[in-house]
Each structure stands twice: as C-alpha cells, then as structure tokens.
C-alpha cells in the first residue's frame, strides 16, 4: 500500500477475535519487522517481534514491550472487517473506497505480509 506516498508493508493480524492493522516498519530502526526472517511472531506467537534486533510488541496496541523503545508504538492503520473480509481505507474520502486484503483467520496468525499498491 502507499503510505505518505511511499510503498509499505502492512501487517494485518487477528487477536482475541479483533483484527488489527499496523505498517510493518520497527520504531528501533526503519526496517521490516520481518527484515532478516520471513516471521513477525515471536516464538510463543504471543507477540510481534523484529527479526533484526529483537524488539518485542503487543499484537494489539503496537506498543514496544522492549526496553530499548519503550513508550514507543507501531504506527497502526484503520481496518474494518464486513462479512469476513477486512478492509483498509484507501481514503478518508466519504468512507466509501476501499482496499480489501482479505480474510484473516485464526485466534493469533498472520496470515503473511500484504504488499498492497494503490491500484487495489
């Protein structure tokens, strides 16, 4: 997807049965969560984890639970979910476009990283 008109990696997750959206970028440094291993879950899959540097999130605050970014957040995106598809807004634009990425299932699972372009 273009963030600020840049190309992004988002990732989309389901957790406790609500589903959360946040731009794959690490706060410590701008990097991919998955920069160096094709994984965002640490190894219990109870939290995102950077595969570079090792720094711990909450699947569904965003917030670094690391010492070293502390206070620190993934920056989270809007996401709707309307009969098992979800959603992110492509615009704010009357709520009306947006871009369907799919189904995610499962209690915590990612379901991969989706490279979105602007074209749908």
Known sequence: MLFKHEPQSVIVLR?????????????????????MHDAVFDAAHEHLRCSMHGIVYDPTTGESLSVLCSGERLKPLRSMEI??????????????DHRRIGPVQGRVEVRGTAHLDDQG
């Not at 959360?20 to 990097?31: G, K």
């Not at 979800?86 to 709520?95: D, E, R, S, V």
């Open 15 to 35: 957790h406790g049965g609500r589903v959360y959206a946040d731009l794959n970028q690490c706060v410590h440094m701008v990097r991919r969560l998955d920069c």
């Open 83 to 96: 009969d098992g598809q979800i959603y992110l807004p492509a615009t704010l634009h009357q709520g009306r």
